[in-house]
């Protein structure tokens, strides 16, 4: 038989951000420093491990039950009764709880009567801080339920993060489960250890199964054993997230996790895991033992209630005819490995096997090509010739030692509609539900719907959007041809502030799919705010475009005439969501801003400069937590800001001073009020740089001046008021750094710059 087996340590080494469960994102409790010693520490005795192991040797080869790997320690542990509190500078609140079990390989959990409302949100990480699920939110949560992948070690930390001014809640934790035989006995079930015949998915023979092999997935069921399975279309098209596995791999789907594209990238075996998605969490449609099929839905981590486009979902096709294939497929995950692809060259024969009650209720398959299943590939699908799953793994001899030895798929076609069947044990009202009667139906590609005929679109407006400093602007837009028959013309209407009255005609030969980028005439525009919209039109000379919802596009933009470029140059931390800015001018009116960066991408954000007129601006920069960009103990990245114009810094935060709270903000000028370098021979300073002593000034006139001394952002340091044409400056408390001589003479305004080296 197929048994289950161990889901092993399977993740590279290395920081973790959730690339294995929930949305992403960096938990707000790896800023504090010892961690640790802050928070409720509770620890579960080691379970008597000889006893556990004699039950298992009982139960592990007689296909009843999933491959044991933990012992359960049933709890109730919640924000009422454990845990620690830490506030936050900014009003959010922190629950922090630290779970251990002695000499445990890993630890997994089971969280019940769980509510986390919008705004909040849940992680689990390990104790080194380096391997971190989450974040979790509503999305994840099924019925109040939610398990967890297997952390690495003895030790879990839950953190809860509560933002301001939203409900507390719900974090209950009823399971902790020690994991005793994991890592270390069965390791060879792990990633890398199937059997050496086992074929990699992307071997040359499995490229033309390359929709099929995103269809299929590795369930992690009841957080104790794994099996393999598929996503599966139904006559609606609708990317409803059904997959069928088998019946023997059933416990209560609530907790179960959904690995997607565990796979090599061709026909090599990697020398580390490969990277994978994950989605937790199903409710049971329909299951059956006399075919040994169940059949999910998943409910956490949707998008649209549907899989993530960016996982590559595939929801294969199926058959529920009562004809043998005349070849088969198997996609699969052999003892827990990457994805695995096995042929049957000759046609299936349909039998009685592993002890069915009912007869014709089995596919026996004899692998071929020198591939086979193993242990773990239990529920995945097995496809005929037209691509079309037809049954689901029950059970088998066929190992790499043993190829010739049968296995057994549970029969679509028996599991479809039995005599006296209901919802609860048949296929067809899940996967028929406007009860068609189609014999069949190819696979759904959500990325890929059966395109029109003719279908035109229009995307990617470039060149405006943004500021300018410049009068001309020259919109670029991208034109793809959606549609089965070739693009050989179409005219891009256009224009600027809701007069579309210009039209430029496209000439050329696109393919379904293909795309060019287009641009179009420049266009000269007053200064101030502008919008560009684009459509397309009259494809292929007059005939109809049947798809008007991608025909049309937008942007909006600013012309600054005689504006002057400045660089912002922004470095984050480790917590880049906290952060926002926004540049003011001296009416107090917003020109730039910025915010949404992400978390876990600390350095520079690369900015378009800022193109802004003579004045003076001060710059805001916010952060939520209440701790600046000062990245943290865990971090040790902190953030930095400095403003460029001309090659001079006119304000900066420095390193050392991310730790700026709530906010802060800088001041700098530029233009008539600010910085202008002087041309007047007349005028000058010496010595020039300086490193102490005083500084001498050649004003240029002997009528009254004002002259200063300024920072090279602007601020005022010291000022004399003179009519002598050389005004003297003692420099000796004066730091190192670049500084402006500011003399002011009747209408007159002249800058100049020196150095001070020490």
């Not at 052999?334 to 596919?363: H, L, R």
């Not at 920072?711 to 008021?721: A, P, V, Y």
Request: glycine content about 10%.
């Amino acid at each position: 038989m197929k048994f289950l087996f161990s889901i092993s340590l399977l993740f590279a080494t290395g920081i973790l951000f959730s690339q294995i469960q929930g949305n992403g994102g960096v938990p707000k409790g790896l800023k504090q420093k010892d961690l640790s010693k802050k928070i409720d520490h509770r620890t579960f005795a080691q379970p008597n491990i000889e006893e556990l192991r004699a039950e298992d040797a009982l139960v592990d080869n007689t296909g009843t039950a999933p491959w044991r790997f933990g012992f359960k320690n049933y709890t109730n542990l919640g924000l009422n009764n454990s845990g620690s509190w830490i506030n936050i500078p900014n009003g959010d609140r922190i629950w922090l709880l630290k779970v251990s079990c002695e000499k445990a390989l890993t630890v997994n959990l089971t969280f019940s009567n769980t509510t986390i409302p919008e705004g909040n949100e849940l992680y689990v990480y390990n104790d080194s801080k380096d391997f971190i699920l989450g974040k979790f939110n509503a999305n994840h949560i099924y019925n109040g339920q939610l398990g967890t992948e297997l952390i690495p070690g003895n030790t879990a930390i839950i953190e809860y993060y509560v933002k301001r001014g939203t409900d507390l809640g719900n974090v209950q934790i009823s399971t902790v489960t020690h994991g005793y035989r994991t890592a270390d006995e069965f390791q060879a079930k792990a990633f890398g250890g199937s059997g050496a015949c086992n074929m990699n998915v992307n071997c040359p023979d499995g490229l033309p199964w390359q929709l099929e092999r995103n269809s299929a997935v590795m369930l992690v069921s009841g957080s104790n054993g794994f099996c393999s399975g598929a996503l599966i279309n139904n006559t609606l098209n609708d990317g409803k997230p059904y997959v069928l596995t088998a019946n023997h791999c059933y416990s209560d789907p609530t907790n179960w996790i959904f690995r997607f594209n565990w796979q090599s990238a061709d026909c090599n075996n990697p020398a580390a895991s490969p990277t994978f998605q994950s989605l937790s969490g199903a409710v049971l449609r329909s299951r059956r033992t006399p075919t040994d099929f169940c059949l999910v839905e998943i409910t956490g981590g949707l998008q649209g209630n549907t899989v993530p486009l960016t996982y590559n979902p595939y929801f294969a096709g199926w058959n529920n005819a009562d004809a043998p294939p005349t070849s088969s497929v198997c996609i699969h995950h052999p003892s827990g490995d990457i994805k695995k692809i096995a042929f049957d060259d000759a046609p299936a024969v349909s039998s009685q096997g592993m002890g069915s009650s009912e007869a014709n209720s089995t596919w026996t398959v004899e692998w071929d090509r020198n591939t086979t299943t193993e242990g773990g590939s239990s529920g995945s699908p097995l496809f005929d010739q037209n691509h079309r799953i037809i049954g689901q793994l029950w059970g088998g001899g066929a190992s790499c030692t043993n190829l010739s030895a049968p296995d057994y798929y549970g029969r679509l076609h028996k599991s479809w509609e039995p005599a006296n069947s209901t919802s609860s044990n048949q296929l067809k009202f899940w996967l028929d539900p406007n009860n068609s009667g189609t014999e069949f139906i190819d696979g759904y590609d959500p990325s890929n719907a059966t395109p029109v005929a003719v279908d035109p679109g229009v995307t990617n407006p470039q060149g405006v959007s943004g500021t300018f400093c410049g009068a001309e602007v020259t919109p670029q837009v991208t034109i793809q041809n959606n549609g089965s028959d070739a693009l050989t013309t179409v005219d891009i209407v256009y224009g600027f502030d809701g007069n579309q009255d210009l039209v430029f005609n496209w000439i050329g030969n696109l393919a379904q799919w293909q795309s060019t980028a287009v641009s179009l005439p420049t266009a000269t525009l007053t200064a101030g705010a502008h919008t560009f919209a684009a459509a397309v039109s009259n494809p292929n000379a007059g005939l109809t475009d049947e798809n008007s919802n991608n025909n049309s596009v937008s942007s909006s933009f600013t012309i600054v005439i005689g504006g002057q470029s400045v660089q912002l140059n922004l470095v984050l931390d480790c917590y880049g969501s906290e952060t926002t800015w926004e540049l003011q001018n001296a009416s107090s009116t917003a020109v730039y801003a910025g915010s949404g960066y992400p978390d876990d991408q600390p350095g520079l954000v690369t900015l378009d400069p800022w193109c802004l007129n003579d004045g003076c601006y001060t710059y805001y920069i916010m952060d939520s937590y209440g701790d600046g960009m000062d990245g943290g103990f865990w971090c040790q990245e902190d953030g930095s800001v400095s403003i460029v114009f001309d090659g001079e810094v006119l304000a900066e935060i420095l390193e050392s001073e991310a730790d700026f709270g709530d906010q802060t903000s800088l001041q700098f000028c530029i233009g008539q009020s600010g910085i202008e370098w002087n041309t007047d021979e007349l005028v000058s300073l010496w010595p020039n740089p300086i490193s102490e002593g005083m500084i001498n000034i050649q004003t240029g006139s002997e009528d009254v001046s004002v002259v200063s001394i300024l920072t090279i952002n602007g601020q005022r340091l010291s000022s004399k008021t003179s009519s002598s044409s050389l005004v003297q400056f003692d420099t000796n408390r004066l730091s190192q750094g670049t500084y402006l001589v500011e003399i002011v003479s009747g209408k007159e305004r002249k800058v100049l710059k020196f150095i001070k080296t020490r």
